[in-house]
């Protein structure tokens, strides 16, 4: 067959061939319109620490309660839980487009709900189908970006979904400033989100749905119809013949994947460690806790006024933007593995200096000079984490799984991804208060040095390659390069790569 469409070698033979990020305004319009569902999940995130503050003074309930407060925050991570746990299966079932469709209309009528809301537990209802909304659209929109992306460019596309969830989260610290003088300030800040949902329904009623999918359901003439809005004709059939010696492979296999085969499949289980792990660690070396925290870490300066501290939550937020267009520059050009490590090295010593400026502001009452340190490394993890810890578990999620487990895989590792922000969302407060902040940022930090080592052991470098390739390189880690044997892959049950396949 000579050289996979996509894959390095194709682009030697065929350089004209290469594609850029913006030379395609199609493929581009698609990631953009995808990836409206990272804004829902960006905005959401991030307007609800300063909706709080005004739900807290409409019902006493909630101010006497602290736990009626964490219930409102954590009840749409709940949901998203739940969303990207099943958003896989509904992918596989249904497809790419219909599950961002559906994950719209929950999400609109969950912003109606809590806008809406007479009392705190109806309030609570809307955050959590807010949540399963989020969730879906959370492990979908990477998917369906990845399965329309030439391979060339495909990390800073799945990387531009990135750029909408901290450009959500950017867009909440605003409109958190604009309606602070605004009567009913809660209910417009929570309802105003139904737009974007609503907007992107429908957007996405006139886009396709993803080839890949079409193909690997039968329905070829409409996943050609696809590619040809993505290819140039003469890339376009090494792209169909490609595609339609994958699904054989993949239908020998079978129809759609089953969640217990992920944990009994050696290279899938090989290929869910190193995904899953990156999910974790992407919430387990403290991103939310900063973003979360960046009032307070302001206020420990000596900023001590409250439209101040969101000011600067702001700026925070901003960069952090920033900084994930710089990831989209640098994942296809730098890979996914080296930025990861270099992402973590400067994570590990931006928590350091963080750590070093409240032991330093524990010890010596005056503060001042700390609070700036604390700023400094306030700053530094945010320029350090966002282009490479930020958009790089989610880019590799969507590209190291076999088609069929594609949707199922990135869900549970989506789920992954929301369990662990729950865990740390839900104990950072306490432990900090507990062992004071300083150590809790060195614990961080030590997290943050154990995932170097995690993504150097487990995590394969995927830049440029084609879906197949990336196979193989489970296939190999799993069984050394000649595969596993006959008689092993009947025992593990329709063994997932046939070997003839590759004779």
């Known amino acids: 067959m000579g050289s996979m469409p996509g894959s390095s070698g194709y682009f030697n033979l065929y350089p004209e061939r290469k594609m850029t990020f913006f030379s395609n305004t199609y493929v581009l319009g698609l990631t953009v319109i995808a990836g409206i569902g990272g804004l829902l999940f960006g905005y959401d995130t991030g307007v609800i620490s300063g909706a709080l503050l005004y ?107 990135v750029l909408m969830i901290t450009g959500g989260q950017f867009l909440s610290y605003l409109i958190n400033l604009a309606f602070t003088e605004v009567p009913g300030t809660w209910r417009w800040m929570l309802g105003v989100s139904g737009i974007p949902a609503v907007v992107q329904f429908s957007l996405m009623l006139y886009l396709p749905e993803s080839p ?6 039968g329905d070829k003439t409409k996943a050609i119809a696809v590619l040809s809005k993505i290819y140039a004709p003469d890339r376009l059939e090494d792209e169909i013949e490609h595609l339609s010696s994958q699904v054989a492979e993949e239908y020998q296999r079978k129809k759609t994947g089953r969640y217990t085969d992920v944990f009994k ?32 870490i302001v206020q420990l300066a000596g900023f001590r006024s409250n439209q101040l501290a969101l000011l600067l939550s702001l700026v925070v937020a901003a960069m952090n933007a920033a900084g994930t267009v710089v990831g989209i520059y640098l994942i296809d050009h730098v ?18 200096i963080l750590s070093g400026a409240f032991f330093a502001e524990s010890a010596d009452a005056s503060g001042g000079i700390y609070g700036w340190v604390a700023v400094l490394g306030l700053a530094l993890y945010i320029a350090f984490f966002s282009p490479g810890m930020g958009p790089v578990p989610w880019t590799v999620n969507s590209e190291i799984y076999p088609e069929a487990y594609r949707g199922i895989c990135g869900g549970l590792s989506a789920t992954v991804n929301w369990v662990s922000n729950l865990i ?25 040095v154990v995932a170097i080592i995690f993504v150097l052991a487990f995590v394969p470098e995927t830049k440029g390659l084609t879906f197949e390739e990336v196979e193989k ?31």
Do not use: C, H
Not at 335 to 352: D, E, I, M, P, T
């Open 424 to 448: 740390v969302a839900q104990t950072f407060l306490s432990i900090a208060d507990s062992i004071g902040t300083g150590p809790t940022f060195l614990i961080l930090a030590g997290i943050a």
């Open 473 to 503: 390189i489970w296939v190999e880690r799993a069984w050394g390069s000649t595969g596993p044997s006959p008689a092993r892959q009947v025992r593990e049950g329709r063994g997932l790569l046939s070997d003839d396949a590759e004779a």
């Open 335 to 352: 890979g996914r593995k080296k930025l990861a490590v270099a992402s973590l090295v400067g994570v590990v010593a931006s928590l350091a």
């Open 265 to 296: 499949s050696k290279e899938l289980r090989l290929a869910f460690l190193a995904g899953a792990g990156l999910q974790a660690f992407q919430q387990f070396t403290g991103i939310n806790t900063v973003m979360y925290y960046s009032p307070t």
């Open 212 to 217: 890949r999918w079409l193909y690997m359901k």
């Open 55 to 161: 739900i807290k003074d409409d019902f006493e309930a909630v101010a006497s309660s602290s736990f009626l407060q964490e219930t409102i925050v954590s009840m749409a991570l709940v949901g998203a839980m739940i969303g990207a746990a099943t958003g896989g299966w509904i992918n596989d079932v249904f497809g790419r487009k219909r599950a961002t469709l559906l994950a719209d209309i929950v999400f609109a009528v969950g912003s109606v709900t809590m806008a809406a809301a007479p009392d705190p537990y109806v309030l609570i209802i809307g955050r959590l189908l807010i949540g399963l909304g989020v969730g879906v659209a959370s492990m979908t929109a990477p998917v369906y970006i990845a399965e329309a992306s030439p391979s060339e460019i495909r990390g800073g596309l799945v990387s531009t979904n």
